[in-house]
């Protein structure tokens, strides 16, 4: 009696959101951990329609109603990802990252960039032809809900150098 060999599946694409406020890092971060992991990464500003970048240019943070077409497009981003995919993408409250964690209908890991209002202020204010505005961070943090600690998230202090941040990351990513 001979044995058929099972047929290989395709790995599990990974899915990674690096999330945090404006001025932690994402794009920076994301492309750095895209060359380390072999990764592709997916700006999620690219994502917003015209009106939010419209209106954060404007000095005026986005609502709800606002950010959810733009969590579904990163959540359907996500869900046409092949191999492994970092998205930038704020994801500020439990409820948006639920919502992308639903619309990409597979496992999300979210990777949260933080750091100090102070050094994210510092940061915000040296860097140029970005939309959103330094005045837009306190009512970013004002909405920032950290991820609890049934999330799975990987929580990673900014304050340090870039190559040092993207090697942690991908330790916690590797696991123990």
């Given amino acids: 009696m001979s044995t058929a060999a099972s047929p290989s599946l395709p790995e599990t694409p990974r899915r990674l959101v690096l ?3 404006a001025g932690s890092g994402k794009s920076a971060v994301g492309a750095a951990l895209a060359r380390r992991i072999g990764a592709v990464y997916v700006d999620g500003d690219d994502l917003h329609p015209p009106e939010n970048i419209a209106k954060m240019s404007r000095g ?3 609502t709800d ?7 579904t497009l990163v959540g359907r981003k996500l869900a046409r990802a092949e191999g492994t995919v970092i998205l930038g993408c704020s994801a500020l409250k439990r409820r948006y990252r639920d919502h992308i964690r639903k619309e990409a209908g597979a496992p999300v890991t979210f990777v949260h960039l933080s750091g100090t ?3 994210i202020a510092g940061r915000m204010s040296a860097r140029s032809g970005h939309f959103m505005p330094a005045s837009l961070l ?3 943090f004002a909405a920032l809900e950290p991820p609890g600690p049934d999330e799975g998230a990987v929580t990673v202090d900014i304050d340090q150098p870039l190559d040092r941040l993207v090697e942690e990351i991908a330790a916690k990513l590797a696991g123990p």
């Fill in 117 to 119: 209002k102070e050094l």
């Fill in 138 to 140: 306190d009512s970013q």
């Fill in 19 to 21: 999330m945090g406020v």
């Fill in 65 to 71: 109603a606002d950010r959810w077409p733009w969590l």
């Fill in 60 to 62: 005026e943070p986005l």
